[in-house]
């Protein structure tokens, strides 16, 4: 990998994206804000396990896999070879595909609170689908819901940006709380006790659940009627096979899975308990006409049966934890104001100051001197199946050089603010 990267190719291409791409990503997390300018690439040509080739032919490990839902590697064989059997035989047709009967076969038989399946393509219109039952199931209309849940009207109606083109009247049905801060979701609870259709969380973000949260949000959602949907768009496969609901051990009931489900193919689907989905089978309007396209079906199926044979997810906590335990020790080491925190499958990086505010500077000193190097990372760490132990080393010995770049930068911050001090008492 070499230290000088040309990113011509990309910047000319970026230019005209400008003027024919509105907005000019198709997702937020993939624009200029977190791929800093001048040192990232803007696109991204092909890749290979954990490795991606850049529109100048650089190449990356990457940690950012397409966002989390590539769990087992770029071109990853057993996929490849089971969408192009399928690619042979059609791609979409205007029946039930056998396929739909078969995966739904297969997620009942591994994810707890699946009783029946519906398939989508994005883990927004997924959710969409599983709040519109839960409204429909309760009679209710308010909703809380967490960190992030996609793009749809009641859910973005609920962020404090961007809320051009939703009514107004909307918002008053979304309320947000924090991961673990149950006294939150129960002060909402009690302010709307008879209106609480349903509570939509990630079962685990980054830091998993304390004091019992999941239980007692369980226990809340029960005692005032309203249901618990769990979002695995990202934990979904990626930290266990039956989804965080089977590793933590809580059943919600509904529950969405998306991003991983088809390692980068288009697939997502809402799941739940019968009672739930049966008893408004005839009330609610969720049909789209890609719901049983096949490509996509035959790669999540594929997944399944790697999830299924292989301990992938074994193999991909196992590379989590390695990255975790030696970032942290050379973060310590050097005493260097960065770690790397969140359960395995899923780590973020988090850089602070001298007071312990998040410090924006030296994440992007970090990441400039990561990308410079050939590391590709996103907010996220997502480790892949395919990420080797080769490749943990390399990324270690560039994260120690970036940290020692970083280390320069707090030192020289910290010593003007000790000489400002120093003036302002004199
Ligand atoms: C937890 C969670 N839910 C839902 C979504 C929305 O999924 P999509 O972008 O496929 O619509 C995302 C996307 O990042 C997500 O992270």
Excluded at 237 to 250: E, H, S
Excluded at 360 to 388: A, D, S
Aim: glycine share 8%; hydrophobic share 40%.
């Amino acid at each position: 990998m070499q230290d000088e990267r040309s990113l011509k190719k990309s910047q000319t291409l970026f230019a005209d994206a400008g003027d024919c791409i509105y907005s000019l990503v198709q997702l937020y997390d993939a624009g200029s804000g977190d791929h800093i300018s001048g040192f990232y690439p803007r696109f991204i040509e092909s890749g290979k396990n954990a490795h991606i080739w850049d529109l100048d032919g650089n190449e990356y490990i990457d940690f950012d896999m397409g966002l989390g839902p590539i769990i087992l590697g770029y071109c990853y064989e057993a996929v490849d070879r089971a969408v192009a059997e399928q690619l042979s035989r059609g791609m979409h047709f205007s029946l039930v595909s056998p396929q739909e009967v078969e995966y739904a076969q297969m997620l009942q038989k591994h994810i707890p609170c699946a009783d029946k399946v519906r398939f989508f393509k994005t883990g927004s219109s997924a959710c969409e689908a599983a709040i519109r039952t839960a409204r429909a199931y309760t009679g209710k209309k308010h909703v809380i819901r967490g960190e992030f849940h996609g793009w749809h009207e009641w859910t973005v109606a609920a962020e404090g940006i961007r809320q051009g083109g939703i009514l107004p009247e909307v918002r008053q049905y979304t309320h947000r709380c924090d991961y673990n801060a149950l006294d939150q979701f129960v002060e909402i609870f009690e302010r709307y006790p008879d209106d609480m259709a349903a509570v939509i969380i990630e079962p685990v973000i980054i830091e998993g659940p304390k004091d019992n949260f999941l239980r007692d949000l369980q226990d809340l959602c029960r005692s005032y009627g309203a249901v618990l949907v769990f979002d695995e768009v990202v934990t979904g496969f990626r930290f266990d096979i039956g989804g965080a609901q089977k590793l933590l051990g809580v059943t919600p009931d509904l529950a969405v899975f998306g991003k991983g489900a088809a390692n980068g193919l288009p697939l997502s689907f809402v799941c739940g308990k019968k009672e739930i989905l049966d008893a408004v089978e005839k009330d609610v309007y969720f049909f789209t006409t890609f719901g049983g396209e096949r490509l996509s079906l035959s790669a999540g199926m594929a997944v399944l049966a790697e999830l299924e044979t292989k301990n992938v997810t074994r193999k991909i906590w196992d590379t989590g934890l390695e990255l975790r335990t030696n970032v942290n020790e050379m973060a310590q080491r050097l005493g260097v104001r960065i770690a790397l925190v969140g359960m395995a499958p899923r780590l973020m990086f988090s850089f602070w100051d001298r007071k312990g505010r998040f410090d924006n500077e030296l994440k992007n000193i970090f990441m400039q001197e990561c990308i410079k190097r050939g590391v590709f990372l996103g907010w996220t760490v997502f480790p892949c199946f395919t990420h080797t132990k080769e490749d943990i080393a390399a990324a270690l010995t560039v994260f120690e050089e970036a940290m020692k770049k970083c280390l320069s930068h707090q030192n020289a911050k910290d010593s003007a603010a000790a000489w400002l001090t120093f003036g302002r008492n004199l």
